[in-house]
């Protein structure tokens, strides 16, 4: 007769019931895939329009303006200079400017806030000398052979706008409105060596791509082909002339807004030009504006044949700004400009 070890029942028993139940983990949640279309929450709208123009944009069935005569030449001298343009256009991009740098991204926002209200405010400036000044700006910290610093910041910033002032205004800034704008913190032979030591920098070579300069490229290439693909003109059609010109003038808005972040420097200026443009126009269909047919596939194939690369991370980058909204900066100065178009 075989005797069972009682002891080690029990025991076998006791770690059944102790025995922790093994549980089979959880496959993780996916991440929500991020919406860039999404544009019910946004902080910031860049849609400002005043009444005529808003009047326009819902309108669905064809309505003509008159247009002055000197309206109309514009028009028709830029279908003629458009077989002139170059094929391709600079990708500017001036990622990392402030790596070598002992300057604040903080600091570098505040100013570029600044200078596009100083730009604002005077009437003689163009839309391109504010742009113009933050790829000279740019440039130079880039290839700048001394470390700056935050200090050096604000005579700097002032050099940039004076020499852009000059390069594209009739009525450049003068030595003492500069003195002025920085509240006489500096002097006409500071401004002067700033200036110098600027020039020679970047070996002269002040015409340098900006946003504006490639902004303005892609919306006369759309005005330009969307005409061609309706078989129309400004005088046949002159409504959509106007609605082009709204949509002209909001993307501009964006585009200011975007490229005082610091963050947008790593991305090409036609990337960031483009998407200023896109957004604004689907912003627009959301709000129920009536945009002329197919005009996002026409300006999808400008970005396949300009060869704009990263537009959809761009869009993406976008969006999440507009989410974050205006810093308190860009709300000091952002509503006090003069917008010009």
Not at 114 to 128: D, I, K, Q, R
Not at 214 to 243: A, G, H, P, W
Not at 257 to 281: E, L, P
């Amino acid at each position: 007769m075989q005797f069972f070890d009682i002891t080690n029942i029990e025991k076998n028993v006791q770690n059944q019931k102790t025995k922790s139940i093994l549980q089979v983990p959880k496959s993780p949640k996916k991440k929500n895939q991020l919406n860039y279309m999404e544009m019910n929450n946004f902080k910031f709208d860049w849609i400002t329009l005043d009444e005529e123009e808003q009047e326009v944009m819902k309108q669905d069935s064809p309505k003509t303006y008159n247009f002055t005569i000197q309206e109309q030449f514009l028009w028709f001298q830029n279908g003629r200079t458009h077989s002139a343009y170059p094929l391709k256009i600079e990708h500017g991009s001036f990622v990392e400017s402030l790596k070598r740098h002992k300057i604040d991204e903080y600091k570098r926002h505040s100013l570029l806030c600044w200078m596009g209200y100083v730009m604002g405010s005077y009437e003689s400036a163009s839309n391109e000398t504010y742009f113009l000044a933050i790829s000279i700006l740019d440039k130079f910290l880039q290839q700048s052979p001394y470390v700056l610093t935050n200090q050096e910041l604000l005579a700097i910033g002032i050099c940039c706008l004076s020499l852009a002032s000059k390069h594209k205004d009739a009525l450049p800034l003068t030595s003492q409105q500069l003195i002025q704008l920085s509240s006489d913190k500096l002097n006409e032979n500071i401004l002067i060596k700033c200036q110098f030591t600027i020039l020679s920098t970047l070996q002269y070579q002040i015409q340098v791509p900006n946003y504006f300069q490639i902004f303005d490229y892609i919306m006369r290439d759309l005005e330009y082909r969307y005409y061609k693909s309706i078989s129309s003109d400004i005088i046949t059609n002159s409504q959509v002339c106007m609605k082009l010109k709204a949509i002209y003038k909001c993307s501009l808005q964006l585009l200011r807004f975007v490229s005082q972040y610091y963050d947008s420097t790593i991305f090409s200026q036609s990337a960031v030009s483009y998407g200023s443009i896109f957004y604004t126009i689907k912003r627009m269909e959301l709000l129920k504006f009536s945009i002329p047919n197919d005009l996002i596939k026409v300006l999808q194939q400008i970005q396949i044949d300009l060869e704009i690369n990263n537009t959809e991370i761009v869009l993406k980058y976008i969006y999440r700004l507009c989410q974050n909204g205006m810093s308190e900066k860009q709300q000091e100065f952002f509503r006090q400009t003069i917008f010009k178009y």
